[in-house]
């Protein structure tokens, strides 16, 4: 039987508390047409500490970052300090990623307000990406084309903000040309690029995009939302990607996270947690541990859990 991890640091969950934010994906904007695992109604509830310790089910979690959660945008300041209430009160989170629009004139002004709260490490603002590889959105203002990025980017630096990255496969190219010219920040990608396509060539194009990155000392690899829109969670169809993102960035920049609650409508905590298990069992014990634990904890800058 494969070991489970002794302890994880889950670098990638979202809470949520519908009476206090808004957010309209999961209320009047709902949309399973555009959603990356189809219908998700189950998610159109409170999500709080609580439960998210309830979905661990003995797991051995020691330390989580919340990752903002796509609210209304002009409460994303208040879900900052909504999360921050939590953390005083539960223990968890123990790092946030909250959100800022780096391509706004105000985004020096936004940056400095989140990074005022002690939990706030990183940003995720998403560029805008297409619906389909064959589609461009390379004119769009706000996509990787978007001659504003350099810019925004010397803003996190200068707030020693990280900058959580999101981008489907088809994007990691454009994202590593951005980040060749941009400043030495702390980058982390992901849910593990997004690999949507399994198909021989689909991977090819992935693969192609992930090595860019991984070229860049300071761009790491979040191992999460491995699930497809159109099929169950199968370790068959995820292992190889697993190994593949590992061999790519190496285990020193390779890290865990669940994207609980999302993940949650298509795999269990604890079966979550077996397979990833399963998927790293080739490496050594450092190198596991490095992955479960203590690259999540380095790169979020949080406290080693006693």
Known sequence: MTA????IVDSHHHLWDLSRINYPWLGAAYDASTFILGEYYLLCRNYLPQDF????AG???VASVHVEAECERRQALAETQWVHEQAARSGVPNAVVAY????APDADERLAEQAAHRL????????????????SV???????????????LALLAKHDLAWDLRVPFWHLEEAAAVLRDAPAISVVLQHTGLPWDRSDAGLATWRRGMEALAALPNVHVRLSELGLRDRPWRLEDNLPVIRDA?????????MFGSNFPVAGLRISYPALVRAMAEALAHLDDPAR????????LAFYRMEHPQ
């Open 4 to 7: 489970l991890p002794a302890a």
């Open 53 to 56: 310790r309830e979905s661990w």
């Open 59 to 61: 797991m051995p979690v």
């Open 100 to 103: 800022a629009d780096l391509l």
């Open 120 to 135: 706030v490490r990183s940003i995720r603002f998403k560029p805008v990406t297409s619906r389909r590889p064959e589609d």
């Open 138 to 152: 390379a004119a769009q203002p706000g996509s990787l084309h978007d001659p504003r990025w350099p810019q925004a």
């Open 246 to 254: 590992v061999s790519i960035f190496g285990w020193q920049r390779a």
């Open 289 to 296: 541990h490095a992955i479960w634990c203590e690259n999540a």
